[in-house]
């Protein structure tokens, strides 16, 4: 697939090595990257070993790197990249959500941190925002400018206007409560919101990757839609 032209002026494209054991999630992560205007993947690794066998080849800009890998902890990676002295910045990829793995990934530098299952929107996001972060330039004369350029990179908090944090992390607990999967209708008897309102926190928590859509079929006509949190691999 051919990658859309970055544009008149446009710096060398960002270099990237995708860092995964399933192929078919690894070939899909390819093809994303490749989507993305100003990067290019400059190889995939299947394990630890060979990604960093290929980084003493070539060294790339950036690592998407899956931490659950057959050799070793994605961290141990992150490690031996930083002992090698490789400046090259690194954007987990995992289903792992516990607070410790966060911890650890952010002090070996990991800049960002991309939840599995995830859409192709969610992934060009953290690009867009690596790639305007390595663009910024100038100098650092307060506070306000650091907080600006890590701002940039890390992206904000904020929830899309009319979301509210509580009612998302109800809306996340009663999915985790039912790990078979609900429908809109149901969360929204729950939580006490309108159907139309619980798909809104639905529909934003699977662009976040922290929840899946799931057709459940077995009636007359159209399938229901479930929303479930995805399984751990």
Same mark, same amino acid.
């Given at each position: 697939?051919?990658?859309?032209?970055?544009?008149?002026?446009?710096? *060398?494209?960002?270099?990237?090595? @995708?860092?995964? !054991?399933?192929?078919?999630?690894?070939?899909?992560? /390819?093809?994303?990257?490749?989507?993305?205007?100003?990067?290019?993947? =400059?190889?995939?690794?299947?394990?630890? $070993?060979? =990604? #960093?066998?290929?980084?003493? $080849? /070539?060294?790339?800009?950036?690592?998407?790197? !899956?931490?659950?890998?057959?050799?070793? %902890?994605? #961290?141990?990676?992150?490690?031996?990249?930083? *002992?090698?002295?490789?400046?090259? !910045?690194? @954007?987990?990829?995992?289903?792992?959500?516990?607070?410790?793995?966060? /911890? +650890?990934?952010?002090?070996?530098?990991?800049?960002?941190? #991309?939840?599995?299952?995830?859409?192709?929107?969610?992934?060009?996001?953290?690009?867009?925002?690596? =790639?305007?972060? /390595?663009?910024?330039?100038?100098? @650092?004369?307060?506070?306000?400018?650091? !907080?600006?350029?890590?701002?940039?990179?890390?992206? +904000?908090?904020? #929830?899309?206007?009319?979301? *509210?944090?509580?009612?998302?992390?109800?809306?996340?607990?009663?999915?985790?409560?039912?790990?078979?999967?609900?429908?809109?209708?149901?969360?929204?008897? *729950?939580?006490?919101?309108?159907?139309?309102?619980?798909?809104?926190?639905?529909? %934003?928590?699977?662009?976040? $990757?922290?929840?899946?859509?799931?057709?459940?079929?077995?009636?007359?006509?159209?399938?229901?839609?479930?929303?479930? @949190?995805?399984?751990?691999?």
């Amino acid at each position: 697939m051919s990658r859309p032209d970055p544009g008149p002026g446009a710096g *060398a494209p960002v270099s990237v090595l @995708i860092v995964e !054991d399933e192929e078919i999630t690894a070939e899909a992560n /390819r093809v994303y990257v490749e989507r993305v205007a100003g990067f290019e993947v =400059a190889g995939v690794a299947r394990s630890g $070993g060979e =990604a #960093l066998r290929f980084l003493r $080849g /070539r060294p790339v800009d950036l690592i998407l790197l !899956d931490l659950y890998l057959p050799d070793m %902890h994605g #961290l141990e990676v992150c490690r031996a990249v930083r *002992a090698g002295g490789l400046l090259c !910045d690194v @954007i987990a990829v995992t289903s792992a959500r516990d607070l410790a793995t966060v /911890r +650890s990934a952010v002090s070996l530098g990991v800049s960002q941190y #991309l939840l599995k299952p995830f859409t192709y929107a969610t992934l060009a996001e953290k690009l867009a925002r690596y =790639a305007r972060f /390595r663009q910024d330039t100038g100098v @650092i004369v307060a506070q306000g400018d650091v !907080d600006r350029v890590l701002g940039t990179l890390r992206g +904000s908090s904020e #929830l899309p206007k009319g979301l *509210a944090r509580d009612t998302l992390d109800t809306v996340s607990a009663r999915l985790r409560e039912r790990p078979g999967g609900s429908s809109a209708q149901s969360v929204a008897q *729950a939580v006490g919101v309108s159907r139309v309102t619980a798909r809104r926190y639905l529909e %934003h928590l699977v662009e976040l $990757g922290m929840a899946v859509r799931v057709p459940q079929y077995g009636g007359v006509g159209r399938p229901e839609l479930l929303y479930r @949190i995805p399984m751990e691999s």
